[in-house]
């Protein structure tokens, strides 16, 4: 079946620092990708919507600046943390929309730890 | 706008009883409805899904769940528990498949022995 993969699957670092986390997906081609945060204990919470060749769309309360989205081919979305603070510690999942069957598919999350 | 509620954040059922998960949404459009279960640590896998042809559809490891407009409803169940089916579930709901998902807020289904 389809596969989409993350990587790192966990990370530490440090405040200020900034992470990168990639989001791919390996036997298909995703039109659309999204991502997601999960607090400990809490749901799911889409932070943006990532289409291949353009901009991405943030939703409400998620610092664009912050959080930068790119996509850069159809089967490749990275998501950077810039100047990581604690409270970004989550765990981040991204999911992949096949752009063949409109399926989508989520990767097994990015565990984010800022000291 | 698109929300789903989630009824309980905890179910523990014994092993070999009637699993009943709880979960109403609420849509503008005709949704798309979804279950997933998460494990620890783990992303999410999709158990089933409604996309407007049957009202009852089956899914993954026995689940299965039924959508009723009048009750804005999509509760999963499931006959019999197993102890590998204690886990957290989510309901979800879209406007169309492949979109943005919104997410309830999760139960955690304990099974007993």
């Known amino acids: 079946g389809a596969v989409v993969s993350q990587h790192p699957s966990w990370v530490i670092c440090k405040s200020g620092t900034s992470v990168k986390i990639e989001c791919r997906s390996l036997?298909?081609?995703?039109?659309?990708m999204f991502w997601y945060r999960q607090f400990p204990k809490q749901s799911l919470m889409l932070m943006a919507t990532?289409?291949?060749?353009?901009?991405?769309?943030?939703e409400q309360g998620v610092e664009k600046d912050k959080f930068l989205i790119n996509h850069a081919s159809l089967t490749l979305s990275t998501l950077t943390v810039t100047s990581a603070h604690p409270e970004d510690s989550s765990f981040y999942i991204c999911?992949?929309?096949?752009?063949?069957?409109?399926?989508?598919?989520f990767g097994p999350g990015t565990r984010l730890t800022v000291t | 706008a698109q929300s789903v509620t989630q009824l309980g954040s905890h179910v523990s059922v014994s092993e070999g009883a009637l699993v009943l998960l709880r979960c109403n949404y609420s849509?503008?459009?005709?949704?798309?409805l979804f279950w997933y279960v998460q494990y620890p640590n783990q992303g999410l896998q999709l158990l089933l899904k409604?996309?407007?042809?049957?009202?009852l559809v089956k899914g993954i490891n026995g689940f299965e769940a039924e959508f009723k407009k009048s009750e804005t409803s999509f509760h999963l169940t499931k006959p019999s528990a197993h102890m590998s089916d204690a886990a957290e579930y989510f309901c979800?709901?879209?406007?169309?498949?492949?979109?943005?998902?919104?997410f309830g807020a999760g139960t955690i289904l304990r099974v007993k022995s």
């Open positions: 999911s992949a929309t096949d752009r063949v069957s409109y399926e989508q598919y």
């Open positions: 036997d298909f081609q995703a039109t659309t």
């Open positions: 990532s289409n291949e060749g353009s901009k991405a769309t943030y």
């Open positions: 849509s503008s459009v005709p949704p798309y």
């Open positions: 409604y996309t407007s042809a049957a009202t």
């Open positions: 979800a709901v879209s406007r169309q498949n492949g979109n943005k998902l919104v």
